[in-house]
């Protein structure tokens, strides 16, 4: 997770651009902190899918075959 204290750049720099613009030393450090941000989700993101096990109302276990042979290579869900 990003820290608080970039979270509130990435916010105080939305809100300037949106009251008076940046500067191109403002746009870079933007862009940077969102790059950033993006891949931390997506990682987040990842992780919590790569958990996940998809059962259909009869107990049975339909995840789908990719999502298995992750789980399978990470050793979730006692995968074999």
Do not use: C, W
Not at 35 to 53: D, V, W
């Amino acid at each position: 997770m990003l820290s608080a204290e970039k979270m509130n750049r990435i916010n105080e720099l939305a809100k300037k651009a949106k009251e008076s613009g940046l500067s191109e030393i403002e746009k870079e450090e933007q862009n940077q902190l969102r790059q950033e941000y993006l891949a931390t989700f997506r990682s987040g993101m990842r992780h919590h899918i790569e958990g996940m096990k998809v059962v259909d109302p009869e107990g049975k276990d339909v995840t789908p075959d990719k999502l298995k042979k992750i789980q399978k290579q990470k050793g979730l869900h006692n995968r074999k």
